[in-house]
């Protein structure tokens, strides 16, 4: 199987790592060359700066791992050749091509899916477990909040530069910590409404918005999620009340804990020692290849990914109409 990775940021060479650890070198790289990170592990794999070029390589699939607002600069026309599709989240920075890559992919025949790599954290499929279970009850709120400080994520670039800051490469705390809106609605279905408040952060220095604090209304729970760019330690964490216990899980240490309000007792779950970070990234690059081969479903569908896209659409809408929005 031939894999074309399009960007060679720091999630590109994850993806590339990973796939070689899986034992897949039949490796095409498309890149811009503008990455500070040393290219000494590449040595030996094609690499093309023209797209025709690398797609003249007749990828099977395609990782999707450029900046959010180049996505489907690269992704319509794989999908037009037949190339399968990876899709680091979010899929793109609008909703405003998405009809365009649908057809693509209905012409090409391949198949796509969106990397939402938390679907994959073992404390995170516990807590859907343990409420699907109905260990606290009826769920009447979920909480996520997730904090972290921007300009450490990749202390050898400028913070302003990168793609995360950056509105014209779809930037902005909102579409790059999208995860919470992911991860909430596989526990709890379809997002109705949304309401949001969102700003910039002056000490950032960047011209996306750094903090949002967003509401989202599901069938029978009211979700909040907040997220942004500059708390130091950084925090991310989830919490879920119902009438009869609550959850909690924390992204630090993987632990997921469950208080039964019945027994007057906490359950708690801890992954498993050989648990780290990558293994999310892992684990979404076997079900993705698993899923073109026809072996598995994919974990987190492209119209998951298309989903999210427009809750995220509605989100922006919200602050801008300074009222809630109502999905379809």
């Not at 950084?234 to 309000?261: L, M, N, P, Q």
Request: proline share 4%; charged share 25%; hydrophobic share 35%.
């Amino acid at each position: 199987m031939r894999f074309l990775i399009t960007g060679f940021g720091s999630i590109g060479r994850r993806h590339f790592r990973n796939l070689v650890t899986l034992g897949y070198d039949d490796i095409i790289l498309y890149r811009s060359n503008k990455s500070t990170l040393d290219t000494d592990e590449i040595k030996g794999f094609v690499v093309e700066t023209d797209y025709e070029k690398a797609l003249s390589h007749k990828p099977d699939a395609v990782i999707i791992s450029n900046p959010t607002a180049l996505h489907l600069d690269v992704a319509i026309p794989a999908a037009l050749q037949g190339c399968h599709l990876f899709f680091e989240k979010p899929i793109s920075d609008s909703m405003d091509r998405i009809p365009e890559l649908r057809d693509a992919l209905k012409t090409g025949g391949g198949k796509a899916m969106t990397g939402f790599q938390y679907r994959f954290h073992p404390g995170l499929n516990q807590v859907k477990n343990w409420i699907n279970q109905g260990l606290i009850g009826n769920v009447i709120s979920a909480r996520a909040h997730w904090g972290e400080y921007q300009p450490g994520w990749h202390p050898w670039e400028d913070h302003r530069k990168s793609y995360s800051a950056r509105k014209d490469l779809g930037g902005g705390v909102i579409l790059t910590l999208c995860h919470p809106i992911d991860y909430l609605r596989w526990m709890f279905g379809e997002i109705h409404s949304v309401w949001s408040a969102y700003n910039s952060i002056d000490h950032l220095q960047i011209d996306s918005e750094g903090i949002a604090d967003i509401a989202l209304l599901f069938e029978n729970v009211i979700g909040h999620v907040h997220l942004d760019y500059i708390q130091r330690p950084g925090k991310h964490v989830v919490e879920i009340i119902g009438d009869s216990g609550t959850i909690t899980w924390d992204k630090k240490d993987g632990v997921a804990r469950c208080y039964s309000a019945e027994y007057e007792v906490w359950h708690e779950f801890t992954p498993s020692s050989d648990f780290e970070r990558n293994t999310l990234f892992i684990n979404e690059m076997e079900n993705f290849i698993e899923f073109i081969k026809g072996n598995e479903a994919p974990m987190c569908t492209l119209e998951d990914g298309i989903k999210i896209q427009e809750i995220v659409s509605a989100i922006y809408q919200s602050q801008i109409e300074k009222r809630r929005i109502d999905l379809e």
